[in-house]
């Protein structure tokens, strides 16, 4: 049976969990290699750039930090603090990134309390 | 008080568009509200919505039942999320895991401390490999939903 063609929470498209289920709870789908939105500055990674955590195929580290960066929404910007926080990344990042993320980067290593509002979950995936 | 008030704002799923109207279904969610009128009886929003000053809330569920809520939104997401695994691997479709899920996998190798729970399983694979992946997913009981006047199709093929 075809799937219908249903507007879910923002565009992307997801597998519900169940029939009966709501749009967070589901499963977003990323495309690789794609732009999510015009205004990004970098396609989503590709499937190469993933290491096996506990068997399971999960975005590596830069490509993880380049797609917050990229996407850069309050909770991207929360989960960039979070790393830094444990210094998974630092300022030597800046280097390696292109140069729109550099400066988000910097941006967040800058002013490391702003933007906690908004941090709940959106169903967008990044 | 306000934090709480402001986390419930923030949650989509009550949709407090301010302070002064409330339209969350509190009794449905165990959750009770009051006002501020002196003396004025507790309503809650499965009555008629009025425009008021939101002072308080009460939580009705507390104790092992409040616990086991949060543990099981914890929970769900991890099944959710090996479901998924279990579905898509055997079905050789290349993916892999994206957004705060991943995050959180990266996080904890550093400091468990430092996980945030979040409610988003996202998954990123081939636009080529969606197809197949709907099949494998709809047999493990997925539902799929694509998007609406897209040029791009995402139906089976």
């Given at each position: 049976m075809l799937s219908l063609f249903t507007k879910v929470g923002k565009g992307i498209p997801v597998f519900m969990d169940?029939?009966?289920?709501?749009?967070?709870?589901a499963v977003h789908i990323l495309f690789a290699n794609e732009k999510v939105r015009q205004s990004d500055f970098i396609p989503t990674p590709g499937l190469h750039e993933t290491e096996a955590i506990d068997s399971i195929p999960t975005l590596n580290l830069e490509a993880l930090v380049r797609t917050k960066l990229n996407v850069f929404r309050d909770k991207d910007k929360m989960h960039l603090r979070d790393m830094l926080d444990v210094e998974l990344i630092d300022a030597e990042w800046l280097t390696r990134l292109p140069q729109e993320l550099s400066e988000r980067l910097q941006q967040i290593i800058d002013n490391p309390e702003d933007g906690l509002e908004g941090m709940l979950d959106e169903p967008t995936g990044s | 008080m306000q934090r709480i008030i402001q986390a419930f704002r923030l949650n989509p799923k009550y949709r407090l568009s301010s302070l002064k109207t409330q339209r969350f279904k509190g009794q449905a969610c165990g959750i009770r509200t009051r006002y501020a009128e002196p003396n004025g009886p507790s309503r809650c929003s499965n009555q008629e919505p009025r425009t008021s000053n939101l002072t308080h809330v009460d939580f009705t569920i507390t104790g092992d039942e409040l616990w086991g809520r949060m543990n099981r939104a914890v929970e769900k997401i991890q099944k959710r999320l090996e479901r998924t695994v279990a579905t898509l691997a055997p079905a050789d479709i290349p993916f892999a895991v994206i957004g705060a899920l991943a995050v959180r996998a990266w996080v904890a190798q550093a400091d468990e401390a430092a996980v945030r729970t979040t409610r988003d399983v996202d998954i990123l694979i081939n636009r080529g490999d969606l197809p197949r992946a709907i099949v494998a997913m709809e047999n493990a009981e997925f539902v799929y939903k694509g998007r609406k006047g897209n040029s791009r199709v995402y139906g089976r093929a």
């Open positions: 169940g029939p009966d289920t709501k749009a967070r709870d | -």
